[in-house]
């Protein structure tokens, strides 16, 4: 499966983004999906996980409440709504898929994923 991650730009402090991870080669029902995000000057981190069967989520504790992923199989796309964003938000966004484990088990560690796109920009103006 090949990944294209889009939806990203510049938005003010408190404003929203939806971030989409499209996929072509192969239907995402088969892979877990994850987001993860490298600002400047740091190491890329998890953002937020889904299952393949998109029952489990799991989110990293700084954008809990406010990010939200989901996926529609039917478009072979996973989404990540982003809301109440914060400058300290602001990096390039990349979505991964893997197909190892089980169909309820989210992968939240960079080395679980084979698998990913190219990156979006997001960037957060205070």
């Known amino acids: 499966v090949q990944l294209q991650a889009s939806g990203g730009g510049l938005v003010q402090a408190g404003g929203s983004l939806r971030l989409f991870c499209t996929a072509s080669?192969?239907?995402?029902?088969?892979?877990?999906m994850g987001w993860f995000r490298q600002a400047p000057g740091k190491e890329r981190e998890f953002v937020a996980a889904i299952s393949r069967n998109g029952g489990t989520i799991c989110y990293t504790d700084s954008v809990k409440g406010r990010f939200t992923i989901s996926k529609d199989n039917a478009k072979n796309t996973v989404y990540l709504q982003m809301n109440s964003l914060k400058p300290e938000d602001t990096a390039v966004y990349y979505c991964?898929?893997?197909?190892?484990?089980?169909?309820?088990?989210?992968?939240?560690?960079?080395?679980?994923?084979?698998?990913w796109g190219q990156g979006t920009q997001v960037t957060v103006s205070s």
């Open positions: 080669g192969r239907t995402i029902s088969n892979y877990a």
């Open positions: 991964a898929a893997d197909r190892r484990g089980t169909t309820t088990i989210v992968l939240t560690r960079e080395l679980e994923y084979a698998i």
